[in-house]
T-cell receptor, first 117, second 115 residues
Framework: EAGVAQSPRYKIIEKRQSVAFWCNPI?????LYWYQQILGQGPKLLIQ????????DSQLPKDRFSAERLKGVDSTLKIQPAKLEDSAVYLC???????????????FGEGSRLTVL | AQSVTQLGSHVSVSEGALVLLRCNYS??????LFWYVQYPNQGLQLLLK??????LVKGINGFEAEFKKSETSFHLTKPSAHMSDAAEYFC?????????????FGTGTQLKVEL
């Protein structure tokens, strides 16, 4: 079974430029997550999709970050314009999407490392 | 709201020694708890999970964790450390978002294994 695919693995941009990350979850997984992991910190949830609908985007900086999951499969996370503090690893994860208290695990991709200069 | 606190951002042990990584949780409902491991330049991989069945949970690579409600703890242990265990370990708690699982992570513990 193929895992969660992410691209690009590495990206270096200058501040105020834009960047986009792509994620393809495990086939059949209804729920998709984007996490931001700043060096030395634990992953922080940015946005959660259930199929193609947003479940939680309370911690997404909406003035510069946007995400979509058209057709309920793959997803794109965009940052425009980027700031220095956006330097982080952006992790995509998916799960089958059990409702109620979470009992299942999340399956993570290898992440996209962003450096903003 | 649910949260986890990992005590000690860096832990160093000798090869063959006991590994103990500490995690305490805060939850208003019975929690589901997880330990994930992250090797350099890789994503997170599930080590083990507690989902209200047995309080002693066994995971991959010889790791185990015990859920102690009275202490609100879920510490990760391994009897004998191996060099390949060097990695970052994250404790996480699962919460309700209305659909699907939502994990809240701790700040992580970097495990160093020395000869």
């Amino acid at each position: 079974e193929a895992g969660v695919a992410q691209s690009p693995r590495y990206k270096i941009i200058e501040k105020r430029q834009s960047v986009a990350f792509w994620c393809n979850p495990i086939s059949g997984h209804a729920t998709l997550y984007w996490y931001q992991q700043i060096l030395g910190q634990g992953p922080k949830l940015l946005i959660q999709f259930q199929n193609n609908g947003v479940v939680d985007d309370s911690q997404l900086p909406k003035d510069r970050f946007s995400a979509e999951r058209l057709k309920g499969v793959d997803s794109t996370l965009k940052i425009q314009p980027a700031k220095l503090e956006d330097s982080a690893v952006y992790l995509c994860a998916s799960s089958p999407g059990t409702r109620g208290l979470g009992t299942g695990e999340l399956f993570f991709g290898e992440g996209s490392r962003l450096t903003v200069l | 709201a649910q949260s986890v606190t990992q005590l000690g951002s860096h832990v160093s042990v000798s090869e063959g020694a006991l590994v103990l990584l500490r995690c305490n949780y805060s939850s208003s409902v019975p929690p589901y708890l997880f330990w994930y491991v992250q090797y350099p330049n890789q994503g997170l991989q599930l080590l083990l999970k507690y989902t209200s069945a047995a309080t002693l949970v066994k995971g991959i690579n010889g790791f185990e964790a015990e859920f102690k409600k009275s202490e609100t703890s879920f510490h990760l242990t391994k009897p004998s450390a191996h060099m390949s265990d060097a990695a970052e370990y994250f404790c996480a708690v699962s919460g309700v978002t209305g659909g699907g699982n939502k994990l809240t992570f701790g700040t992580g513990t970097q495990l160093k294994v020395e000869l």
